[in-house]
T-cell receptor
Framework: SQKIEQNSEALNIQEGKTATLTCNYT??????LQWYRQDPGRGPVFLLL?????KEKRKERLKVTFDTTLKQSLFHITASQPADSATYLC??????????FGKGTRLSVIA | DADVTQTPRNRITKTGKRIMLECSQT?????MYWYRQDPGLGLRLIYY???????NKGEISDGYSVSRQAQAKFSLSLESAIPNQTALYFC?????????????FGEGSRLTVL
């Protein structure tokens, strides 16, 4: 079956450092991967999308990479701030199917 | 006003009761979804609808039903609620014609079944 995994349930990082979150997938080739941010008790909010033919996508302090050989996407937050503390979800879609989400990584940025 | 509105935001009910969670959207999107979120299990798809006449089961549809009353409205029903349906429920929408396919989520409906 198709699976998408986020390796770390939680990640603690010092303010100012770069946070790197990992998303791995197996048994399929997604057309694209998406990353969302979710704050406690709130709905997820879309951040970035990267297509299978793109290696890297950037938005302000955020960067996403997509390695189809490793079947992995990395999500980076540079110069992290306490306000970046949240749960980050990766999701894939292959063909005309709804998004399938990973379980998320809870990021805590410590001042 | 929120683009995707869910009601109620919080509900406590008893085992065996019928519950309806409602979702309405002002984004004009054709596609609507119901997800359930549990600690440690992430977001799981219950039902989805790609247009008014289209209803599809998701990963965990047992014990749930849906109704797409209009393009803007998609409701989720629990005919006879049970305690393991206690969860945070999210409605989401997406645009059929968008190149991104990103989802827009509501603020969630927290359901507790005693």
């Amino acid at each position: 079956s198709q699976k998408i995994e986020q390796n770390s349930e939680a990640l603690n990082i010092q303010e100012g450092k770069t946070a790197t979150l990992t998303c791995n997938y197996t048994n399929y080739s997604p057309a694209y991967l998406q990353w969302y941010r979710q704050d406690p008790g709130r709905g997820p909010v879309f951040l970035l999308l990267i297509r299978e033919n793109e290696k890297e996508k950037r938005k302000e302090r955020l960067k996403v990479t997509f390695d189809t050989t490793l079947k992995q996407s990395l999500f980076h937050i540079t110069a992290s701030q306490p306000a970046d503390s949240a749960t980050y979800l990766c999701a894939y879609e292959s063909g005309n199917t709804p998004l399938v989400f990973g379980k998320g990584t809870r990021l805590s940025v410590i001042a | 006003d929120a683009d995707v509105t869910q009601t109620p935001r919080n509900r406590i009910t008893k085992t065996g009761k019928r519950i309806m969670l409602e979702c309405s959207q002002t984004k004009g999107h054709d596609r609507m979804y119901w997800y359930r979120q549990d600690p440690g299990l992430g977001l799981r798809l219950i039902y989805y609808s790609f247009d008014v006449k289209d209803i599809n089961k998701g990963e965990i549809s047992d014990g749930y039903s849906v109704s797409r009353q209009a393009q803007a409205k998609f409701s989720l029903s629990l005919e006879s609620a049970i305690p393991n349906q206690t969860a945070l429920y999210f409605c989401a929408t997406s645009d059929l014609t968008a190149t991104k396919g990103e989802l827009f989520f509501g603020e969630g409906s927290r359901l507790t079944v005693l």
